[in-house]
């Protein structure tokens, strides 16, 4: 079983976000394959890797273009939102052990460089967080609990950014 651990506290999240620390794997049972030798499969692997990322991310994006409940959300981006539809993608891809492109041609940017100058409130984080749960329950992933836990994971995550109100 490959479990996505979510941290416990919200400080947690935050110093995560701040690290840069990828998509946890709680140690997995090795999957195995035909000719019986074990090898560790990637949360990415195991939701199907990049289609299955790509089809999330436009399906998030397409929410939040079309739905009205998602209007504060989608002014905070910039009016094309093709790049931020890769980039997102790719992001997700390596966070959850797949290719770590983003990384590789972002040197030096994290979650938090990206969102700092952001005013996130518990509205907007809340948007970000339901249309990521949406998208990923509209997304046909064969391994159901694990695409729960990856949702579980990335929601927690977008509340856990809000800012407080002063
Ligand atoms: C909490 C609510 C969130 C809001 C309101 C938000 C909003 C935004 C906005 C407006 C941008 C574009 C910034 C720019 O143009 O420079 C952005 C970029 C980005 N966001 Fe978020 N975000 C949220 C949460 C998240 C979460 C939870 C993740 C991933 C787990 C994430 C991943 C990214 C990435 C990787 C980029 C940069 C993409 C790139 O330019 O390469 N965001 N976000």
Redesign the pocket.
Known sequence: MIGIKAPSRKSDIRSSIRRRIPMRIEAPTPMQDETTTTRPTSPYEALGGAPVFRAVCERFYDLMESEPEFAR?RA???DDLA??RG??AS??GG?AGGPRE?FES?PGRC?FS??GS?A?DRD??D???DAMERAIAETDIANRALADQLAER?TS??RG??KQAA
């Open positions: 959300l905070m981006h910039a790049p931020m980039a997102l992001f997700l966070w983003w972002n979650m990206v969102h952001l996130i907007t984080a948007q970000w967080a990335l995550m977008a950014m809000a």
